[in-house]
T-cell receptor, first 115, second 118 residues
């Protein structure tokens, strides 16, 4: 099966700084890479995703990059704010077919943004 | 507001009790999922239903019994649970087309049921 590694496990930044979370995956057939944000006591929420036919995707302060050759993808948050504090999970999936939406999650990164 | 609704929000049950968790979505999604999440850990997949048929069972113990009465509802029946089953149980749904032309569709999670087994 797929193995997704996520680093770092904890990340503390000052408000206004950038934050970068990195993930690697093992299965070259994986082609869909979502990122979820989970605030304390709440559900995971999709914040951005990328498919393997794209190298980079941006949505306001959040961007994701994908390097298929190296099998790694990263989440970049610019101009961080205290409300960005949460646990972030990366995930990988083969998408269609028999996998039926099976997501393989990284272990999560606790991001803390200090005012 | 979440588009996937789970009830109850909290549940405390003894090891001999029988209870059920409920999940409902009205987005027309034809894939529905149960996940289990322990504190500070990622969600772990338990079951997947596709077009109301059980497609994936991740070797979950039989004390957990899923049911999909129709395309909008998903239940998880609980019986003879153990204290280590205490966790947040998340329901999710995603779009699915019959010919798999859409590729992967994002998961929409409910707010979960916080289960405590005493």
């Amino acid at each position: 099966g797929e193995n997704v590694e996520q680093h770092p496990s904890t990340l503390s930044v000052q408000e206004g700084d950038s934050a970068v979370i990195k993930c690697t995956y093992s299965d070259s057939a994986s082609n869909y890479f979502p990122w979820y944000k989970q605030e304390l006591g709440k559900r995971p929420q999709l914040i951005i995703d990328i498919r393997s036919n794209v190298g980079e995707k941006k949505d306001q302060r959040i961007a994701v990059t994908l390097n298929k050759t190296a099998k790694h993808f990263s989440l970049h948050i610019t101009e961080t704010q205290p409300e960005d504090s949460a646990v972030y999970f990366c995930a990988a999936s083969k998408g269609r077919g028999s996998t039926l939406g099976r997501l393989y999650f990284g272990r999560g990164t606790q991001l803390t943004v200090w005012p | 507001d979440t588009e996937v609704t789970q009830t109850p929000k909290h549940l405390v049950m003894g090891m001999t009790n029988k209870k059920s968790l409920k999940c409902e979505q009205h987005m027309g999604h034809r894939a529905m999922y149960w996940y289990k999440q322990k504190a500070k850990k990622p969600p772990e997949l338990m079951f997947v239903y596709s077009y109301e048929k059980l497609s994936i069972n991740e070797s979950v113990p039989s004390r957990f019994s899923p049911e999909c009465p129709n395309s909008s509802l998903l239940n998880l029946h609980l019986h003879a649970l153990q204290p280590e089953d205490s966790a947040l149980y998340l329901c999710a749904s995603s779009h699915r087309d019959g010919k798999e032309l859409l590729g992967h569709s994002p998961l929409h999670f409910g707010n979960g049921t916080r289960l405590t087994v005493t």
